[in-house]
């Protein structure tokens, strides 16, 4: 073989030294990059984040209780300039500080091992004032320690000072801004969960029959035709008459499982089946692939090839699919709760103040407040999820990159 010549290995080294200034970019970076250039998707990241954001710091934001009752104020239009002239007034609700009181020595009555029950002086919690005001504004006692927590810096920080109603009140005077803020929590995390099931269930479905195939692909997917078949709402309606049954009340409440859990969980399963259908036709694409091929040779089993090779491939259809799904059960949630069978009251959501909010629209009132912000919260958070679904696809997909 001859030798290269000087000149050509000159030429090679000053290659060599402009290939160490160049840095490849991933599959990652380039969807990211791609995906700055649609201003639609941008925007609705925005507006995602913030809505996030909003959402788990509600409790600290200076909003009036969004429980409390103060019929004078009952369906009053909204109000951005109090007659006071400015943009916030005290609420009765809300107390200015939270005191901490002393315990104090009372009678407790334990049940021993023995199965007798016994009275012991023991040091409790002396009833709070304060507490007690946060408890019928905010439903106090049913919060968790976070939340709580956000709650007592909201009074530390504003006191009993709150926001005007900008998004007036309801039927019987209770905060519109401050419902559609504390609904957004459970609306947004029941579409998380939901759809959180939903891809573990349905990934993992799809991917096992659509690389498996034959008899056991046609087993699976006849089991989905059959899910399919299930009405939706009657399946609902059985659980959620269950759940109302106090022997599988107590029973669920032992392993710390409540009735809003359930409902979480059964959205998720039975959105799965769309999700596996997608999988598999992708999975019965790419199994026959040369990688795949290639990690059969070298002895890999099949678990290892969906979970390493496959699943990994399918996360750009799985991410775009999951923006569309999140709408999806955002919705479901609504109407379920328009219906009666989801969130109920006291708890908040924003299905729950659009079913509100259209038995105030009748030919002899018309509350239009009531329909047009919650409607309007649905509305842009839907708009936005599609139009980052739609932006995702583009990103992600590797035909579309020189366009």
Request: proline share 5%; aromatic share 12%; net charge positive.
């Amino acid at each position: 073989m001859p030798s290269a010549q000087p000149h050509e290995l000159e030429r090679y080294a000053a290659l060599l030294r402009e290939t160490e200034h160049v840095r490849g970019k991933s599959l990652s970076r380039i969807a990211w990059q791609r995906l700055r250039k649609r201003w639609s998707a941008m925007i609705s990241l925005a507006f995602l984040v913030l809505l996030g954001l909003l959402a788990i710091f509600t409790p600290l934001l200076p909003l009036q209780a969004p429980r409390a009752v103060e019929m004078p104020r009952a369906s009053h239009e909204p109000e951005f300039w109090s007659k006071a002239g400015s943009w916030g007034a005290q609420s009765k609700a809300i107390p200015d500080e939270i005191p901490v009181l002393p315990k104090i020595e009372a009678k407790v009555k334990k049940k021993g091992s023995d199965g007798q029950i016994t009275e012991k002086m023991e040091l409790v919690d002396q009833p709070n004032p304060a507490i007690e005001q946060l408890q019928t504004g905010f439903g106090y006692d049913n919060l968790d320690f976070f939340t709580r927590w956000l709650l007592r810096c909201r009074v530390h920080f504003f006191g009993s000072w709150s926001w005007n109603s900008w998004c007036g009140t309801d039927h019987l005077g209770r905060d519109l801004m401050s419902r559609i803020f504390w609904g957004a929590r459970l609306s947004i995390a029941t579409a998380l969960i939901a759809t959180f099931v939903s891809l573990v269930i349905g990934v993992t479905y799809g991917a096992v029959a659509g690389y498996l195939g034959g008899r056991i692909d046609n087993l699976m997917m006849r089991i989905v035709d059959v899910l399919y078949a299930i009405p939706f709402v009657f399946v609902v309606i059985f659980l959620m008459t269950l759940l109302e049954n106090p022997q599988y009340k107590e029973a669920l409440a032992k392993i710390y499982i409540d009735r809003m859990m359930v409902f979480f969980l059964m959205i998720g399963a039975l959105f799965w089946l769309t999700m596996s259908r997608v999988v598999r036709g992708q999975v019965l694409a790419l199994k026959h692939q040369q990688f795949v091929e290639a990690a059969r040779s070298l002895g890999a089993g099949n678990w290892w090839i969906i979970r390493r090779h496959l699943i990994p491939n399918l996360l750009s259809i799985v991410i775009v699919y999951l923006t569309l799904t999140i709408p999806n059960v955002m919705l479901v949630e609504a109407f379920l709760s328009f219906l009666g069978l989801g969130v109920k009251a006291p708890d908040v959501s924003w299905g729950l103040l659009a079913n509100e909010g259209r038995q105030a629209i009748t030919p002899v009132i018309f509350h239009w407040w009531q329909v047009v912000f919650p409607g309007a919260a649905i509305a842009l958070t839907l708009y936005s999820l599609n139009f980052l679904g739609d932006g995702l696809r583009d990103a992600m997909d590797p035909r579309l990159r020189n366009r």
